[in-house]
């Protein structure tokens, strides 16, 4: 098949590209070479920036399926669409969890609310408006294509190595640090991630069967909890940590940051993220590996980089850094220590 990937050099474009290769796909990507110039050449390589007109950069060339991991406000659907015109089967966009509605009731399924953005022109990018405007994307992938051309990806969490965000392979960080470790809530508080080689293999066998519709993906398949994962952590990276279990009325009364401080980790009635249904992309051949791959992996990748001063993508394409989620060091000895003298 020929696949165009419209970024591809950082994540999950990333493990799509080397996953379509390997499958013996021609793959042609198009970016900014500004996250890496050297990977995949054997690829095709198109540079522009999606901010302007790609008429251009996509001129000539036809395409079974176009995979589009770098959209993330109506305009940069719009303008693919236009350049495309007629030479592309099958859109695949890549969209995201947070267009449910905030209230949206658990179990997210496919047909919950989605968020709706009060300006609906907006493209300030920001934690309110991020899944408004990926709802936005998803309907322009919708008119451009129509629901029989059009594959709306919504993934979870997505974890494991060349992750920029920080925010499980904090966890693995810490466990690898060791020493006591301050586990956050409810023990058997669902979590839900998904290993973005497992996305990305279920996007591509999508891609061969030329798969539509809106899926759901996230995970693990069968479901773990929050101790599941930090026991499965300690057990894999580094059995003589300790994890001590702080409630969530403690934690929130401390300050603590839900999900930026303690990655993954959401007050109970903000959980709603944990409690995706996934039975759809299951039906159509999700499948997850073992914890212990995804969490010894993501570990054998960050020890391959040069320090731990990396940091989050941009919240806005082109705008400034994020600083790195995570617990204080200082921060978490202090809360430990107030836990035990109380
Ligand atoms: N991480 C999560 O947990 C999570 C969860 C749910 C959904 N998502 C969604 O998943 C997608 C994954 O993104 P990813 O970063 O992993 O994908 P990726 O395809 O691996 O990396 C992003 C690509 O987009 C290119 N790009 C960025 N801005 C561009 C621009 N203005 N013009 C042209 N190319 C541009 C980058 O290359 P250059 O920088 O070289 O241009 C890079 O190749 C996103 O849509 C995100 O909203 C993520």
Request: hydrophobic fraction near 45%.
């Amino acid at each position: 098949m020929k696949i165009l990937v419209l970024g591809g050099t950082r994540f999950l474009g990333r493990h799509l590209v080397a996953q379509a290769l390997a499958r013996g796909h021609a793959v042609t990507l198009l970016h900014r070479g500004a996250s890496a110039r050297d990977l995949f050449p054997e690829a095709e390589h198109r540079l522009a920036d999606r901010n302007g007109d790609l008429a251009a950069a996509l001129a000539g060339g036809t395409w079974d399926v176009a995979i589009d991991t770098s959209a993330y406000v109506p305009r940069h659907v719009d303008s693919v669409a236009a350049a495309l015109a007629g030479r592309v089967g099958v859109y695949q966009f890549v969209s995201s969890i947070s267009v449910y509605a905030e209230g949206a009731p658990a179990p997210l399924t496919e047909d919950s609310p989605r968020a709706q953005l009060a300006d609906p022109g907006t493209e300030a990018i920001t934690g309110e408006t991020y899944g408004g405007l990926k709802a936005l994307c998803e309907d322009a992938a919708g008119r451009h294509f129509g629901p029989g051309r059009s594959l709306v990806v919504r993934p979870g969490l997505i974890v494991g190595p060349h992750d920029p965000t920080g925010r499980f392979s904090w966890w693995v960080r810490r466990l690898l640090r060791g020493g006591e470790v301050l586990a956050p809530g409810d023990p058997a508080a669902p979590v839900q991630f998904i290993d973005v080689r497992d996305l990305a293999a279920w996007m591509l066998r999508q891609a061969e069967a030329g798969g539509t519709g809106a899926f759901n993906l996230t995970g693990p398949v069968g479901g773990t909890t929050m101790g599941g994962l930090l026991e499965a952590a300690r057990a894999a990276l580094n059995p003589p940590a300790t994890l001590t279990w702080l409630d969530e009325a403690t934690l929130l009364a401390a300050g603590v940051a839900p999900w930026m401080e303690l990655p993954l980790w959401l007050p109970a009635a903000q959980a709603t993220l944990h409690r995706t249904d996934i039975a759809r992309a299951v039906a159509t051949g999700l499948a997850t590996r073992p914890l212990a791959e995804t969490l010894c992996d993501t570990a054998a990748w960050l020890d391959t980089l040069p320090g731990e001063d990396a940091v989050m993508p941009p919240a806005q394409p082109g705008g400034p850094p994020r600083p790195m989620p995570g617990l204080d060091p200082a921060r978490e000895a202090a809360l430990l220590a107030a836990w035990h003298a109380r």
